[in-house]
């Protein structure tokens, strides 16, 4: 069974920092293109940051630029999200998703989703 499991999130505060993890299991996701989403409450769910298989290619949303990082270790089978400079706005359910299309990314075509972990940003 294809699983993917988010872990990390939690409450911090405004201006601190979080890092989530995306462990796969059930499959290699070596030749998948990963990544992360998250869903406000009351809000659509969005893309944040992709990366490609090889780890070479790297996207993300306007909003986060420069403040999150997104990695993977294709041995260990997991993507990682590092958030720093948190804010408010980034209160949310950050999902993980792969799928074999690096250009699927910003639409979300993907084959495969966690089930989220909650990031709560106090101000």
């Known amino acids: 069974q294809v699983q993917l499991v988010e872990s990390g999130g939690g409450l911090v505060q405004a201006g601190g920092s979080l890092r989530l993890s995306c462990a796969a299991s059930?499959?290699?996701?070596?030749?998948?293109?990963m990544g992360w989403f998250r869903q406000a409450p009351g809000k659509e769910r969005e893309f944040v940051a992709g990366?490609?298989?090889?780890?070479?290619?790297?996207t993300y949303a306007d909003s986060v630029k420069g403040r999150f990082t997104i990695s993977r270790d294709t041995a260990k089978n997991t993507m990682y999200l590092q958030m720093a400079s948190l804010k408010p706005e980034d209160t949310a359910v950050y999902y993980c998703?792969?799928?074999?299309?690096?250009?699927?990314?910003?639409?979300?075509?993907?084959?495969?989703w966690g089930k989220g972990t909650l990031v709560t940003v106090s101000s």
């Open positions: 990366i490609s298989w090889s780890g070479g290619g790297q």
């Open positions: 998703a792969a799928g074999p299309r690096y250009g699927a990314l910003l639409t979300g075509d993907l084959d495969y």
């Open positions: 059930g499959r290699t996701f070596s030749s998948y293109a």
